[in-house]
């Protein structure tokens, strides 16, 4: 991985961690990649530099996020369940601005859209993202793509 | 009795999830009161007796920064303790809340990030309405 990846997955593994209580597994596993993706995430952001995160649900992601995050083992509508991952997301995105440009930097955050497409490297306009990296979670995965606007 | 706090995210997950976080802090709490944006946490305010409100900075119709903003600018609310919650990491947004008098937690937090954040906001004392009470300490007598 290069900085900028190894920044994205660090600021991901650690948010998933405290927010959500779900570890990265060591490895992905073939099982992990093969996977349904089950939601998508995008927070857009402006400032110094602008663009979009994007953080991919695959699995059983979705409904472990809902259920940590609110402490519960009920299930959670979908509804919910998207609202969490789009919280993770916006909360990754947040701590991975000021780790790419410093806290003297200020930037605008759109609030998250969540939607059941999935945002590939075909999906967002057809442009390729500028790092992606894969998560490994216990049950599923979590692909963070960034998309940065030159 | 205790306090009667609003949260204010447009997140119903990260409300919740605060919400969480207030009871396992060992706050004094009484009525939480729940708003999705600036404007719905302002009608709050009007309609219930608040004694400290939690606010998002990024939510749709009204930002929590307007929100802020307009609480300072009445003379009834503008006393009112304000915590700020959220992503934000730009040292001068950070500042101007604090300028405004609001404390700020960071996401991700730990319940005891709102014990020192009150405990900081309030000097260690609930308001005397709620009787003797010093956090500090951590004990209230009611």
Redesign the interface.
């Known amino acids: 991985m290069n900085s900028l990846e190894t920044a994205i997955y660090r600021t991901g593994a650690a948010i998933f961690e405290e927010l959500a209580f779900l570890f990265p597994t060591e490895e992905i596993e073939d099982y992990q990649r093969a996977l349904p993706a089950r939601a998508a995430a995008e927070v857009g952001f402006r400032g110094p530099v602008s663009g979009q995160l994007v953080v991919v649900a695959y699995g059983e992601v979705l409904p472990q996020l809902a259920a940590n995050m609110l402490g519960e083992d009920a299930h959670h509508s979908e509804q919910i369940q998207r609202d969490a991952l789009g919280e993770v997301a916006n909360v990754i995105c947040g701590n991975l601005l000021p780790a790419l440009s410093g806290t003297q930097a200020v930037f605008s955050l759109d609030a998250p859209q969540v939607s059941a497409a999935v945002c590939n490297e075909d999906g967002h306009g057809g442009k390729r993202p500028s790092a992606e990296v894969i998560i490994g979670l216990d049950g599923g995965r979590a692909d963070l793509l960034l998309y940065l606007r030159q | 009795m205790g306090y009667n706090i609003l949260v204010v995210d ?5 409300r ?2 605060i919400i ?1 976080s207030l009871r396992l802090s060992g706050l004094p709490l009484e009525e939480i009161y729940q708003a999705g944006n600036g404007a719905e946490g302002l009608s709050a305010i009007a309609a219930h007796r608040v004694d400290l409100a939690l606010v998002d900075i ?3 119709l009204m930002n929590g920064e307007e929100m802020v903003t307009r609480l300072r600018e009445n003379p009834a609310t503008a006393a009112l303790p304000v915590i700020v919650v ?8 950070i500042e101007s809340f604090a300028a405004s008098g609001a404390r700020f937690i960071h ?2 937090f730990e319940p005891q990030a709102f014990r020192a954040a009150v405990i900081d906001l309030t000097g260690g004392k609930i308001n005397e309405q709620f009787g003797n009470c010093d956090l500090q300490d951590g004990g209230c007598d009611f």
């Open positions: 447009d997140s119903a997950v990260m919740g999830m969480k990024n939510m749709p959220s992503t934000e990491s730009s040292e001068s947004r996401k991700p």
